[in-house]
């Protein structure tokens, strides 16, 4: 019997508002990365008892400095909550000012400066 869904998949980037393009693991790197978002389903932590034939991402997530932003956060969009190096840490997907939604990022908590939300 065949899984219903497989991964999970690090996404790259999301092109146009409906479809992704993931990084595959080798398994999976004769397919094609790009994927319909009605796809896409959100992955919640598991214990790792209860799925044993799941593989793990090696990937972590890409944590953008400010530094790096392209200007200054204009709104805040969504929030989620990762497990990097062993510790949960919160991320927020921001958009900056003067950018289209294409530009938003996923910043953690500790790079977003008090009082930079225009």
Do not use: C
């Amino acid at each position: 019997m065949k899984d219903s869904f497989v991964g999970p998949f690090t996404i790259i980037k999301l092109i146009g508002k409906t479809a992704v393009e993931v990084k595959l693991t080798e398994e999976f790197s004769r397919k094609h990365p790009v994927f319909p978002v009605s796809l896409v389903k959100t992955y919640f932590q598991t214990e790792e008892d209860k799925f044993p034939s799941r593989k793990k991402n090696p990937t972590t997530p890409e944590i953008v400095e400010v530094e790096d932003s392209p200007g200054p956060v204009r709104r805040i969009i969504k929030a989620r909550k990762i497990r990097l190096n062993g510790k949960d840490q919160r991320q927020y997907l921001v958009r900056f000012k003067n950018q289209i939604a294409d530009k938003d990022k996923w910043l953690a908590e500790d790079a977003i400066p008090d009082g930079n939300l225009h």
